[in-house]
């Protein structure tokens, strides 16, 4: 566990500009794996278009961890739509028992591309279903002292999931 634990976060300011529009910025810190830390800019943006259209740069906007921009469709109080890219790359420690790379790291990167609907279900409760592809996929592999062993683009993969959520 020592040896593959991660951690990251975000921080940032934001300005109400309007009762429609909140802009600001901030940074992103996310430790690698047998790599430098990750330190990224961010920007904030949530932008109420009209009355049922919005555009969020938001926390939980992607399919990913990663940052992410996703169109909004308030269809009514309790369904929503959105429409979203995010970038995602994640870091893993490999078995020391694995025969390409004993202890080494694998790395998995590309660009989720995703629709989502949301169900509000009451005041607390909502339940989202998501469909898209990640493409411009990238599959690394490291030996245990951080030497490339090999670096290949792979194919857009589909991918579906379902997502509960409680507020208190």
């Not at 904030?44 to 990663?66: E, M, R």
Request: proline share 4%; hydrophobic share 35%; glycine share 10%.
């Amino acid at each position: 566990l020592r040896d593959s634990l991660q951690a990251g976060s975000n921080v940032g300011l934001q300005y109400k500009i309007s009762d429609s529009l909140t802009i600001g910025s901030g940074f992103g810190f996310q430790s690698q794996i047998e790599d430098s830390a990750s330190i990224f800019p961010l920007i904030l943006l949530d932008w109420k278009i009209n009355d049922v259209l919005s555009l969020t740069t938001s926390p939980g906007a992607g399919a990913s961890a990663g940052p992410g921009v996703a169109l909004r469709w308030d269809k009514s109080d309790t369904v929503r739509f959105s429409l979203g890219l995010s970038y995602d790359k994640s870091r893993f420690r490999l078995d020391k028992d694995n025969a390409a790379s004993p202890g080494g790291v694998g790395e998995d990167s590309g660009i989720p591309a995703y629709v989502t609907l949301t169900w509000k279900s009451s005041e607390h409760t909502q339940t989202s279903f998501i469909a898209g592809v990640k493409f411009a996929n990238e599959l690394r592999l490291e030996d245990s002292s951080g030497h490339s062993i090999i670096k290949r683009d792979s194919d857009p993969a589909p991918f579906v999931g379902v997502n509960f959520g409680y507020t208190f």
